[in-house]
């Protein structure tokens, strides 16, 4: 039997292909050991071995990597927790937990997780309750598809508006009115918009002066013939 350590898997399966060796292969994780390379064999080196007789080795995964227990993170920090693992932290609404609480975490605190896992964990942090802002007279028509997308719903809330076209003085497509504006509202919440059909004139607010208007007394009015 050959030292297989640290020699790579693919080695020790070609000799016991080559040698009829029923081989069984182990793997844990090692920090010394590079991944698929030899870490123990059952059978030592220059022992002696018959064919079809079995023998073990201990394959390396490569360094385990502990999941951290992310409500001691910070949504901010929760990204460069756990270095060589992709952690993709997001922040959603709730009704109940506090902001910044942590919501869910895909794999559980103190797993130990190795290259054949997949080295991803999603974490969930909580934006707390969502809030209406007021967007009369500051959004367009065209804008709100975004707004609530960003806002709202890529947060986790079910948050929904519809159109009703109002007359108004203000530019056409201006949102003029809300059922809901400065407040915190449910996860699950359809508002009414008014948006401006931009049909009613506004007033003016003076008059400039007519020069030419003759019923002005400028002192030097003609006096009528006698």
Not at 6 to 21: D, G, L, Q
Not at 87 to 105: D, F, M, R
Not at 191 to 218: E, H, K, M, R
């Amino acid at each position: 039997v050959p030292d297989f350590l640290r020699k790579p898997r693919s080695e020790v399966e070609t000799w016991a292909k080559n040698n009829e060796i029923d081989m069984t292969y182990e793997e844990k994780n090692s920090n010394d050991i590079p991944a698929d390379s030899i870490m123990e064999q059952s059978i030592a080196k220059d022992e002696k071995i018959a064919k079809k007789e079995k023998m073990k080795v201990t394959v390396s995964l490569g360094k385990g990597y502990v999941v951290p227990n992310f409500s001691e993170y910070s949504l901010d920090d929760a990204s460069s927790a756990l270095e060589g693992v992709q952690i993709q932290a997001k922040g959603i609404y709730t009704e109940n937990l506090p902001y910044g609480q942590l919501v869910s975490q895909s794999e559980e605190a103190g797993k130990v997780l190795s290259a054949k896992d997949n080295l991803t964990i999603k974490v969930l942090y909580s934006l707390g309750q969502p809030y209406m802002k007021d967007l009369r007279g500051t959004m367009v028509e065209g804008g709100l598809q975004k707004y609530f997308h960003d806002e709202f719903q890529s947060k986790g809330a079910n948050i929904n508006y519809v159109i009703r076209r109002v007359d108004s003085d203000q530019p056409k497509g201006t949102v003029v009115g809300m059922s809901h504006f400065s407040d915190y509202v449910p996860l699950n919440l359809t508002v009414s918009i008014d948006i401006s059909l931009g049909n009613l004139g506004s007033a003016p607010t003076s008059f400039p002066n007519n020069t030419n208007d003759d019923s002005t007394d400028d002192g030097n009015q003609a006096m009528p013939n006698e």
